[in-house]
C-alpha cells in the first residue's frame, strides 16, 4: 500500500496501537501489526472513521487473540554497546568511590597524588618488558638495552605516558573505546611490576656482561675489565687439554664467577662443585631459564663446547737447560706460612 493513500486517522491509530505492543520483539509486533495500516484503511472505507475506536482496547484485543497479556509489560530500551560498557565503568568508578571516599586520612586522594610518579613507572615498566622479552632475564639491567635502543625509547615511552595521562594523547582522550584501552593498559603495567623488578637483581651481572666489571662485584677471573666465563688450556705443544685446574700463587682456585656464565657446569671432587677446572661443560638452561639443577641426568646434559683453536703455536723456555734445572715436576705443597695473610704478619712482624 502507498504510504501517500493512508489517512492520517488510520496512521495515527496504528502508531498508537503498536506503541501497546513495545515490549513484544520484533518478530511479535510484526506478526500482530504487519498490514496494520491496510487493515484498518479497509475498515474506515466501510464504516468510516468512528469504526477505528479506542487503540488501546484495539492493541489488548489483539494481545489476548496472539495469547499474550492484554496488559503491556516493561519496555525494555536496548542501549548500544559502548553505551553499555561505559555505564559498567562508570558503575564501578561510583562504587570505588564510595568505598574510599570518607576512609581515615583520605588515602586515596594521597594515592591520587602520586599519578605523575605512576605515568613514568609504567612507562619504564612496559619497556622493561619488552626487554624482558627480548634479552631475558639473566641480560637485564636497571636501564633497558633493546639493542641500545633502550634509554631514546624509554624517554619516549615517558613522554608518551605522562602525554596521556594528562588526557593530551589518545586513550586518555574521552571516549569507551579509549577508557577500556587505557584499563587494559594500566592492568597490563601492574601485572608486570612484579616480573620485571624480580629480574633486575640479575642487573649486576648483567653490566658485567655487557664490559662493565665492578671489582666489587666480580668474584671470579676477569680479562680486560669483562668476566671470563670459560678457559681453553693448551700444553707447550700446542694441543688442547681438558680437566686442567688452576691455582693461583698462593694456591687458591682460579675460579670462574658462576654468575658471569650462566650456561656452563662446573666439574666436581669429593668436596662438591669446583669452578676451577677447565674447559667447563656448556649445556643448556633449565625451563626457567635457570642453570639445571641436575644436568647430568637431564634429557640434554652439557657437553664440551670445540676450543677456540684446534691447535696453538707450541711453546718453549728459551733456555732449555735452564728450563729443566728450574722447572718443578711437581706442585709445591701449599703450607700456611705461604698465604697472603701469613705473609703480611711476618712482615709487620706479628
Not at 5 to 33: H, K, M, W
Not at 71 to 98: N, P
Request: glycine share 10%; net charge negative; proline share 8%.
Amino acid at each position: 500500500m502507498n504510504t501517500a493513500s493512508i489517512a492520517p486517522e488510520v496512521a495515527q491509530f496504528a502508531e498508537a496501537v503498536r506503541a501497546r505492543l513495545a515490549d513484544l520483539t520484533s518478530d511479535e509486533r510484526e506478526e500482530l501489526a504487519g498490514g496494520l495500516e491496510a487493515d484498518l484503511t479497509d475498515l474506515v472505507e466501510e464504516r468510516g472513521v468512528e469504526a477505528l475506536g479506542d487503540p488501546v482496547v484495539y492493541a489488548e484485543e489483539l494481545r489476548t487473540a496472539a495469547g499474550l497479556s492484554p496488559a503491556m509489560g516493561q519496555v525494555r530500551i536496548k542501549k548500544a554497546a559502548g553505551e553499555t560498557v561505559a555505564g559498567w565503568l562508570d558503575a564501578a568508578h561510583d562504587r570505588w568511590d564510595r568505598a574510599v571516599t570518607g576512609l581515615p586520612g583520605s588515602p586515596w586522594e594521597f594515592v591520587v597524588s602520586l599519578q605523575p610518579a605512576w605515568w613514568v613507572l609504567r612507562a619504564y615498566v612496559a619497556v622493561q618488558s619488552i626487554d624482558l622479552l627480548m634479552v631475558g632475564s639473566w641480560q637485564m639491567g636497571w636501564v633497558p638495552t633493546l639493542d641500545g635502543l633502550g634509554v631514546p625509547l624509554l624517554l619516549l615511552a615517558v613522554a608518551l605516558s605522562v602525554q596521556i595521562g594528562r588526557s593530551k594523547l589518545w586513550p586518555g582522550s574521552p571516549g569507551v573505546v579509549a577508557r577500556v584501552v587505557l584499563l587494559g593498559l594500566n592492568l597490563f603495567a601492574v601485572c608486570m611490576v612484579f616480573p620485571v623488578f624480580g629480574s633486575l637483581p640479575n642487573a649486576t651481572w648483567a653490566q658485567i656482561d655487557s664490559g662493565y666489571t665492578d671489582t666489587a662485584y666480580s668474584t671470579g677471573i676477569t680479562s680486560n675489565g669483562s668476566d671470563v666465563s670459560n678457559i681453553y688450556p693448551y700444553d707447550a705443544d700446542g694441543q688442547p687439554l681438558t680437566g686442567i685446574q688452576l691455582f693461583d700463587q698462593y694456591g687458591a682456585p682460579l675460579k670462574v664467577d658462576e654468575y658471569a656464565a650462566p650456561w656452563t657446569y662446573p666439574w666436581s671432587n669429593v668436596n662438591g662443585e669446583v669452578w676451577n677446572t677447565f674447559p667447563m661443560p656448556q649445556g643448556a638452561g633449565d625451563e626457567g631459564g635457570e642453570r639445571q639443577s641436575s644436568p647430568w641426568t637431564s634429557d640434554t646434559p652439557p657437553t664440551f663446547a670445540l676450543p677456540p683453536h684446534d691447535r696453538v703455536p707450541s711453546v718453549t723456555i728459551p733456555d732449555a737447560a735452564y728450563g729443566e734445572s728450574q722447572v718443578q715436576e711437581t706442585t709445591p705443597e701449599m703450607t700456611p706460612e705461604k698465604t697472603p695473610e701469613k705473609k703480611k704478619s711476618q712482615k709487620s712482624g706479628r
